[in-house]
């Protein structure tokens, strides 16, 4: 089971808590019937009766259980993740560098953010072959000014 | 999530009722635990408090499909099925369990 259907299932518990009631209740009284048939006193269904108790609570702590072992595997998930991203230091070091470079390109595509608005108006005057974009031109300047430099 | 191949007594619920499903038409929980009562002559006995958790486990592994429907008295009840994947546990299951057997039955011979 996936961690997400745990989650919603925890979520959808009512409707799930209904079922499992509908359930119980058929197989009590397929108990019953079969005592009735067989000219018992029924003692079987009493018996199953208390056996089931409070199976809904039961079912809840199930669930409970699934959920959080679901959340002690992403937490394992993470650790094992971090461990192995400590022993492979060039392959992180580069995924890192490759990460930051998409984020540093991808931002000033679609946010008028305040650090990159300040980048244009202040940095950019000052150092015209940083490595700079305007937010409604995605165009990288070191190429262009260095052209013009060099030409 | 891992399977529960670990966990010996759960592990053989899972079994009996794969089992039983295999060489049936979709039963319903009652049924199944009866059927097992019978094969046993009553020496097995079924939970209903273990039964119906593991039917639902055994559902969200994809190893049962159910359905509801209406048993022969007319109630309403839902009949588990056994899928593709629920057989191949099923074989892999009884294999630990023989495995396991002759195991315990070679210390015991020992001692």
Redesign the interface.
């Known amino acids: 089971?996936s961690f997400l259907?745990k989650l919603w299932?925890s979520l959808s518990s009512s409707k799930l808590h209904a079922?499992?009631q509908?359930?119980?209740e058929?197989?009590l009284?397929?108990?019953e019937?079969e005592a009735r048939t067989r000219g018992l006193d029924g003692r079987d269904a009493q018996d199953?009766r208390q056996?089931?108790?409070n199976?809904g609570k039961?079912?809840e702590n199930?669930r409970d259980t699934?959920l959080s072992?679901?959340l002690d595997?992403l937490a394992h998930d993470v650790r094992f993740a971090l461990r192995q991203m400590g022993r492979n230091r060039g392959f992180t070091g580069v995924a890192l560098l490759v990460i930051a470079l998409g984020i540093a390109t991808g931002l000033p595509l679609d946010s008028q953010s305040a650090i990159w608005n300040g980048c244009s108006e202040r940095i950019r005057p000052e150092f015209p072959g940083s490595l700079c974009m305007a937010a409604h031109q995605p165009v990288i300047l070191l190429s262009r000014h260095g052209q013009s430099e060099n030409g | 999530m891992p399977k529960h191949q670990n966990d010996r007594l759960q592990g053989t619920l899972d079994m009996l009722i794969l089992k039983v499903l295999a060489g049936s038409t979709p039963s319903h929980g009652y049924a199944i635990a009866q059927r097992i009562h019978g094969l046993t002559a009553d020496r097995l006995r079924i939970e209903e408090g273990s039964l119906y958790p593991a039917l639902h486990r055994m559902t969200n592994d994809k190893w049962l499909k159910s359905e509801w429907g209406v048993t022969e008295t007319n109630r309403k009840a839902r009949f588990y099925k056994i899928t593709p994947l629920g057989l191949r546990e099923l074989e892999e299951e009884q294999n630990r369990w023989r495995e396991l057997g002759r195991a315990v039955a070679q210390v015991l011979k020992l001692a």
């Open positions: 089971m259907t299932n079922e499992i509908q359930e119980i058929t197989h009284a397929l108990l019937e199953a056996r089931f108790g199976l039961h079912f199930i699934n072992t679901g595997d």
